[in-house]
């Protein structure tokens, strides 16, 4: 299938799960389980969301990785989605902010195109490397800012990261100080959706899940990000930086 088809098969199935996620009444968001040591949540909203958007997607004849679905998470990325039906749960639990239905198509374990959709304020983002990223129809593309202490850099703590390792959490903290302004939103789908309109320059985070944030790295990209950090699709978990290409100079010596 071609792959403008796919992206449109992709538009289409996020927007109907993100309006579904938003006609949800407070009674439909509870909490079903606790992982992570109960740092992370599981909604009846997660599992109706990965419901409804893996089988939008089944015409497409391609293979689901969904945060969702564990019997998922050793599909083969030669040719693959990868969903996060919706990031930020517990934001979407709580009413704190934004959260993500999120879709990616990947190949051999790359993301090449995105597309989420903004639970909280219905915004889409469509993109990848050879796509040119789009909010809502707009264009957009990352900041043009070059030095770090101008630089606003978005991350988070996420459920896997080991507060218990001093040294994790000083290089963490190290990182973060070299910047002018740190902000946590909770997604990190959102987070790298502001990298890619600009309004953010960098974002860092450690322990976190290639479904996390697979599609808005392609949106990212899209919009002249660079990834700074290796990264393969799996189940993994992953350390990773985007930043605008202008920052990248700058960058070099925190992530080498």
């Known amino acids: 299938m071609a792959e403008t088809e796919l992206l449109q098969i992709a538009q289409t199935a996020v927007r109907s799960t993100g309006e579904l996620l938003q006609s949800l009444s407070a009674s439909q968001r509870l909490v079903e389980s606790k992982e992570q040591g109960g740092r992370e949540f599981k ?3 997660d599992r109706r969301a990965h419901e409804h958007l893996a089988a939008l997607l089944q015409p497409s004849g391609l293979p689901v990785l969904s ?28 009413g704190l902010g934004h959260c ?20 909280l304020t219905g ?31 978005c991350t988070g703590f996420p459920a896997r990261f080991d ?12 990182f973060m100080s070299r910047f002018g302004k740190v902000r946590m939103f909770g997604s990190a789908a959102y987070s790298l959706c502001l990298v890619a309109t600009g309004a953010a320059d960098v974002y860092m985070e450690r322990s976190i ?16 990000a660079k990834l700074l950090t290796p990264v393969v699709g799996g189940s993994e978990p992953l350390s990773l930086v985007v930043a605008a ?12």
């Open 43 to 45: 909604l009846n909203a």
């Open 163 to 174: 507060f218990s390792s001093s040294t994790a959490t000083s290089e963490y903290l190290a």
């Open 67 to 94: 945060e969702e679905d564990t019997s998922s998470h050793l599909v083969d990325l030669a040719e693959a989605w990868v969903i996060d039906p919706l990031d930020g749960s517990f934001n979407f639990l709580r």
């Open 245 to 256: 290409e202008s920052l990248q100079t700058a960058l070099h010596e925190l992530v080498a």
């Open 123 to 153: 915004d889409v983002y469509v993109g990848g490397r050879e796509v040119p990223s789009t909010k809502n129809g707009e264009l957009i593309r990352c900041s043009t800012t070059s030095a770090l202490m101008s630089a606003v850099v």
């Open 209 to 224: 899940m290639f479904w996390d944030v697979a599609a808005a790295i392609a949106v990212a990209e899209g919009a002249g």
């Open 100 to 119: 993500m239905v999120s879709c990616a198509y990947v190949v051999r374990g790359q993301p090449r195109l995105g597309v989420l959709f903004d639970v």
